[in-house]
């Protein structure tokens, strides 16, 4: 825009001196003419082309003199394009020699000089934009990252603290009720009395019941990990207002990182869905197919802010992409009566 003003003064100048000139010319001619060249500068970017329009209006100088009067327009091109190689087009103001031509040459490449000075200082400033900007958005995905590894980490912590804790009881517990049952059956060994020995049966089956409980719950106590399908029920509670629907298909005994994995796209999804859209319904499904496991989320919204949403692909789904990445899969979204998120990981 600021060309085309700086441009549009200086032909207006060129203007009126052709009409102080010649007043009675055609003057209509040569001003489009002029302005045709010049045009044909800012819209070409081959310098080659350019530099042989230059010449060729070079030559209709020679024809007509007059058109020497429109040299400050051309030149303001000439000096974005070729910068001080103006000064081989200087001798054609001789050919038509006129103060105010002069003059005005000189303001025409003044302008073009400081214009270009100043497209060079916003080049820059967007350059060092754009890196900041890419900056901004790595630390963003390294500080969600780290926000996620941190969540891992004090999970693991907790299985770690708790699977410790179920060998030391197995192993206290346990040994302790396994030498009662032994000594019941030593005394029943010594015994006589049928009375005594039908009440020792009693207390060793109690104990041998006891002892299997304890071994079952400190079994579930030292494998238990993630319970994802309660974790995903948990975070949908946590959106009263949207009317959430869970389909959950996976009877896999998956890993701990998997599940965590899902878990976190899950997430993702969900914030999607109350940031970027007007949903009320959503939709989370999870199933396992003999290849891969298929996870689906999908809402109801029709008010999407999709600019925010897929803004360098928007960091949600980068992480998601990562993640199908990590398992040979591959994520799909789109916009169907809905935002629909579809993530495939593959198996093994």
């Avoid at 999970?155 to 030391?168: D, M």
Wanted: glycine content about 4%.
């Amino acid at each position: 825009m600021r060309i085309l003003w700086e441009k549009a003064v200086v032909a207006t100048f060129c203007l009126y001196n052709t009409y102080k000139i010649k007043p009675d010319g055609n003057l209509a001619f040569y001003f489009l003419i002029s302005i045709i060249f010049s045009l044909m500068m800012d819209l070409l970017n081959n310098k080659k082309i350019k530099a042989i329009i230059y010449i060729s209006f070079a030559m209709i100088c020679f024809s007509d003199t007059l058109f020497v009067f429109y040299l400050p327009l051309i030149l303001y091109n000439m000096y974005l394009d070729f910068s001080t190689y103006i000064i081989f087009s200087l001798p054609l103001i001789f050919m038509n020699f006129s103060l105010s031509n002069s003059f005005i040459s000189v303001i025409s490449v003044y302008l073009a000089a400081m214009t270009k000075k100043h497209k060079l200082i916003l080049d820059e400033n967007k350059t060092v934009r754009d890196k900041l900007k890419g900056e901004t958005l790595y630390l963003e995905k390294y500080n969600k990252q780290l926000k996620i590894d941190k969540e891992k980490d004090v999970h693991i912590a907790i299985l770690t603290e708790r699977n410790r804790i179920a060998r030391q009881l197995h192993d206290s517990i346990g040994h302790v009720i396994s030498s009662s049952i032994l000594q019941v059956e030593a005394l029943k060994i010594i015994s006589t009395e049928d009375n005594v020995i039908k009440n020792l049966n009693i207390l060793q089956k109690t104990l041998k019941n006891g002892m299997e409980d304890i071994r079952k719950s400190i079994h579930n106590l030292y494998n238990e990990s993630l319970d994802l399908e309660s974790q995903i029920e948990k975070l949908c509670n946590e959106v009263p207002a949207i009317d959430t629907e869970i389909i959950y298909r996976i009877e896999d005994n998956l890993s701990y990182n998997l599940k965590f994995d899902i878990l976190s796209v899950v997430k993702e999804g969900i914030t999607n869905c109350i940031k970027h859209s007007n949903a009320t319904k959503l939709r989370i499904s999870l199933f396992s197919q003999p290849k891969f496991y298929s996870i689906i989320i999908k809402d109801n919204g029709n008010n999407f802010d999709k600019k925010a949403l897929l803004s360098t692909k928007g960091i949600g789904l980068v992480s998601m992409k990562e993640i199908a990445n990590k398992y040979n899969g591959f994520l799909n979204y789109k916009f169907d009566n809905g935002f629909k998120i579809h993530l495939t990981l593959m198996k093994g």
